[in-house]
């Protein structure tokens, strides 16, 4: 992978919250089952404003954590014990992310992206709204599952308009894989939801075909009016309002963590 990333030469002036330099942590899962193959997925550059800068480095250290081998202790980095917590997976620029966030003030939401601008807009509408009930992960969702949250920590994963990567030779690159859905599905608690959005018919069409392929995943389809988290994104999303305007359809997935013991694949 070539990380083009500009903030390696911390030309935005940001003290914290940089990618460390060299090969992104990446496993090999050697499960038999399919993981995203990033291939040279090259990082979207963007600069922070000055006063956006100010405003990272001021926060970032309580706020946000970059990719690392490092188990997070939720209660610890929340301040607060035995609350829900969901991960949300690719929140882009947060817009929906913020505007959940103060409807389940009592979880804890964890928003995960590469783009560190976007990182940066959805820190800046916290600080300013007050959401103390968000942090923030630098780096790849898959990886942060795998190396910082424990098994059976997260009461829900969200993954909405992930990168539908239409051209069939970049399919793999697709996070929704019989892998990533197993990895999610042994980080999620028994009766955790996990929620995937997407305005692509063709990905819509295969994710629809590996609804049942992860036997700790019940598919409980859409809408499930008895599902225990918000599943309403109170915003239409730059990603899902360009679906819209398409007139594209949108599709949701929802499916509940089972009960029986996660065991290897
Ligand atoms: C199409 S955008 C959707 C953003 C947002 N969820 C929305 O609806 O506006 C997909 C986002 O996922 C991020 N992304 C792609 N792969 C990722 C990964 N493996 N881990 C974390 N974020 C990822 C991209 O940087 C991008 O911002």
Not at 101 to 110: G, Q, R
Not at 147 to 162: C, N
Request: aromatic share 8%; glycine share 8%.
């Amino acid at each position: 992978m070539h990380n083009t990333d500009s903030s390696h030469s911390d030309s935005h002036g940001t003290t914290v919250g940089n990618v460390p330099f060299g090969r992104p942590l990446q496993s090999e899962f050697n499960d038999g089952l399919d993981y995203p193959r990033l291939g040279s997925m090259s990082f979207r550059r963007g600069t922070l404003t000055p006063n956006q800068t100010k405003m990272w480095d001021e926060n970032w250290p309580a706020m946000g954590k970059v990719l690392a081998d490092e188990v997070i202790d939720l209660d610890e980095w929340f301040g607060r014990t035995g609350a829900k917590t969901i991960l949300e997976i690719g929140s882009g620029t947060g817009t929906s992310t913020a505007a959940m966030a103060p409807l389940e003030a009592d979880t804890n939401i964890i928003a995960c992206e590469i783009y560190k601008p976007g990182l940066a807009k959805l820190m800046g509408a916290a600080v300013r709204e007050n959401l103390s009930n968000i942090r923030l992960v630098r780096g790849d969702g898959v990886e942060v599952l795998n190396r910082m949250l424990p098994e059976q920590s997260l009461d829900g994963v969200r993954i909405y308009f992930p990168d539908p990567w239409p051209k069939a030779r970049h399919h793999k690159r697709r996070i929704i894989q019989s892998g990533v859905l197993h990895l999610i599905a042994t980080r999620l608690k028994p009766g955790g939801v996990l929620h995937v959005a997407t305005d692509h018919a063709d990905y819509a069409e295969w994710i629809q075909e590996l609804v049942h392929v992860e036997p700790l995943l019940e598919f409980k389809g859409w809408p499930w009016p008895e599902c225990p988290q918000l599943t309403d994104r109170q915003v239409i999303t730059k990603f899902e309002g360009k679906g819209l305007e398409k007139e594209h359809v949108i599709t949701e997935f929802l499916w509940q963590r089972t009960d029986a013991p996660a065991q290897e694949a």
